[in-house]
């Protein structure tokens, strides 16, 4: 049994010192949600493929860090300089190394804790953590616990900020195992859009364990598109949630793309509670060495004539593991509804291993919902093909799976960040 | 240039090859012609290196080399070439990417600078004109919605293209409509020099029309049962493989 008295101490310090700061009654909820069910088990349904408990075999630290302008320039994406940079070094908004480009009238970024008192006090009372209706786990239940230096950001309505949102999630490793449990809630108001892409780094060679939770509210004919790049070290564990939740009649594109990491599990939700919603999840993940990955995704249709589709692609090579479960719920409410779901994948070694689990929960009787699963292998006649021109096997095999990826990274709308991912994949692929 | 000899070849444990024998001399046109299920595409599959096929005897020399311990992108970088029968798709490769891949690997396993774009694209100019290829079949990805046509004859572009020492075609000219059939069969006369030899797999004598052999072989239940010129083409074309294969032992 793992220890994990320890983060009762500091559960209850962080309570003293911020007992103010209108996070604190979320906060007590989670932590008591968390002392019930702690951590999940491959007994936990949801957790039945993906295994976080012993990442905490170790203590890890929360405080402290060195991190420097000069280490935030080196993993710059490319577009930086127009973009708003947010950046979180330990689970910490930290404002001195983020950047604002956008003004003010467009778009503006608060600290939880000022946001939660200020001008945006009922936005926050009722959507943060809504998405522990949903989560019910003990990781999750973890970060709203530790809720201490979150962000606020709040796009205006009818505004398109023109520049786009970069959140960089930067785990100081240098000293000792660190861990991180970045909280965002993002307010999108009507007639206003949002490209945001995220990523994560863990700097030095330590363990890193990030336990975000970003939520996103969606209003009225809003339009957001959403890119999350994991491509960290190889003992870098990370449980992503994002929580969107389309309030009004509005537009989401998702892209989540995995290549390198420890133990990766993503959850990718959202709630369509507004007739009319469209919605769009993409996936891929390129998975080697032991690298573990769990996407989860869960689309809650709750209101009529809403519009989904998925597509998840990804191949497990050497001794890496891939799950994919895609959750549809259609409420009594939600006719009419359309959900379409698709995950591909690649198995390239005896030693990998893949999951996939569609789960429908239909509720409603005049909806049309889809689900398919495949895992096949790499195509030998067109290795063959490739190999009887000339070009080497690895570099044959790194081309197919560039092409495999393409029809995922299409749907990369900036190029910026397309071109980024292509070469990371390049990289990754090429790596042996 | 190459030396075939005494080549026996399984297919999932059945013999298809029972001892074949083959010498091309550079600038030779070599035709092989058979009935369905003789053994021809096989000797394409194992001279090009498909795995499936298994050598259980003989030898094949390529320039001196011995082709069997080639890795089938050696043996093409080495100069051989092999235009598929059935030439695969791949969505999502470009067919211009690709074939400057193919083209830099190979100035790189014979010690060459990769070429740059400009000259990439000149060289590419040059050969769309002689196999009368499209431009945008070319951005497209590998093969991916062309009609058989267009399959074929991007196969001979990227023969174009590689400058091979031999060409292997097999069953170039299946599937073609005539005017298809002449650009294809242009493109191979183009580039046929003194230095490079042709092998000319085919069921029928048509492309043999266009081509003209200097030897022409039909295999038979996995051998070679007779050789001759132009002239046997002719006189299959004519009779049919049958004045042939009656009075083959099939157990011999």
Not at chain 2, 56 to 84: M, Q, Y
Request: hydrophobic residues 40%; glycine residues 6%.
């Amino acid at each position: 049994m793992i220890d994990l008295t320890y983060l009762n101490d500091r559960f209850e310090h962080l309570q003293q010192v911020s007992a103010d700061d209108g996070i604190a009654g979320v906060r007590k909820n989670s932590f008591d949600s968390f002392s019930k069910t702690g951590l999940p088990t491959y007994r936990t349904e949801d957790w039945k493929y993906t295994s976080i408990g012993n990442l905490f075999d170790q203590s890890f630290e929360q405080a402290g860090h060195t991190v420097s302008l000069a280490d935030l320039e080196a993993l710059r994406m490319p577009g930086h300089h127009k973009a708003n940079e947010l950046v979180f070094v330990n689970g910490r908004f930290d404002a001195a190394l983020s950047n604002f480009l956008s003004t003010d009238d467009e778009l503006i970024v608060l600290s939880l804790k000022d946001a939660a008192k200020g001008e945006y006090k009922d936005l926050v009372a009722r959507y943060l953590n809504k998405s522990s209706e949903y989560m019910k786990d003990g990781v999750h239940a973890l970060n709203g616990a530790f809720i201490e230096e979150g962000v606020f950001v709040h796009i205006h309505k009818g505004k398109t900020p023109q520049h786009p949102l970069y959140i960089y999630h930067i785990l100081d490793g240098r000293a000792h195992p660190v861990m991180a449990q970045p909280r965002g809630l993002i307010y999108i108001d009507k007639n206003s859009r949002l490209q945001l892409t995220e990523t994560y780094v863990t700097l030095g060679v330590s363990d890193s364990f990030c336990n975000g939770v970003l939520e996103v509210v969606v209003d009225q004919n809003a339009y957001v598109e959403y890119y999350k790049i994991q491509n960290d070290a190889s003992n870098a564990s990370q449980v992503s949630t994002t929580h969107i939740t389309q309030i009004g009649r509005s537009y989401v594109h998702t892209v989540t793309v995995t290549l390198n990491g420890g133990v990766v599990r993503n959850n990718m939700n959202l709630v369509l509670d507004a007739d009319g919603n469209e919605t769009h999840l993409y996936g891929l993940y390129l998975l080697k060495g032991k690298t573990h990955a769990d996407n989860h995704t869960m689309i809650d249709n709750r209101q009529p004539n809403c519009f989904s589709n998925q597509l998840y692609k990804g191949i497990a090579d050497d001794f890496s593991t891939a799950v994919f479960n895609g959750k549809i719920m259609v409420q009594p409410d939600a006719q009419k509804t359309n959900s379409f779901q698709s995950n591909k994948n690649i198995l390239l070694s005896d030693n990998a291993t893949i999951n996939t689990k569609p789960q429908l929960e239909i509720f409603a009787d005049d909806v049309k919902c889809s689900h398919g699963c495949t895992v096949g292998q790499l195509d030998e006649e067109a290795l063959f093909y490739l190999r009887a021109r000339g070009i080497p096997k690895e570099k044959a095999e790194v081309l197919l799976l560039q092409a495999y990826a393409a029809d995922v990274l299409t749907h990369i709308k900036p190029m910026a960040i397309r071109a980024y991912v292509e070469k990371l994949i390049y990289e990754h692929l090429s790596i042996v | 240039m190459l030396s075939i000899k005494n080549i026996h070849a399984n297919v999932e444990g059945k013999e298809i090859l029972k001892g074949i024998n083959l010498e091309i001399k550079a600038g030779e046109v070599h035709a092989i012609m058979g009935p369905n299920g003789s053994g021809k595409s096989t000797l394409a599959s194992v001279l090009a290196g498909r795995e499936q096929y298994e050598v259980t005897a003989g030898e094949v020399s390529f320039l001196d080399k011995n082709l069997l311990e080639l890795s089938p992108e050696d043996r093409a970088r080495e100069g051989l070439f092999l235009a598929f029968q059935y030439p695969v798709e791949i969505p999502g490769v470009s067919t211009t990417n690709f074939i400057k891949a193919a083209v830099n690997e190979k100035r790189k396993y014979h010690g060459l600078e990769p070429l740059d774009s400009v000259s990439f694209l000149k060289i590419m100019k040059e050969k769309m004109k002689l196999v009368e290829i499209d431009q945008s079949l070319l951005s497209r990805s590998i093969n991916e919605g062309f009609s058989g046509g267009e399959k074929k004859r991007n196969e001979i572009f990227q023969m174009a293209m590689l400058e091979p020492k031999l060409a292997i075609l097999d069953e170039t000219d299946s599937g073609l409509d005539i005017d298809a059939l002449r650009i294809v069969a242009n493109g191979i006369n183009k580039l046929h020099s003194p230095e490079r030899a042709v092998l000319v797999i085919t069921h029928y004598q048509r492309l043999l029309d266009y081509i003209q052999p200097d030897y022409v072989h039909v295999l038979y239940n996995g051998r070679i049962v007779k050789s001759g010129t132009k002239e046997l083409a002719l006189e299959l074309e004519e009779k049919g493989y049958d004045f042939i294969t009656e009075g083959v032992d099939l157990n011999a």
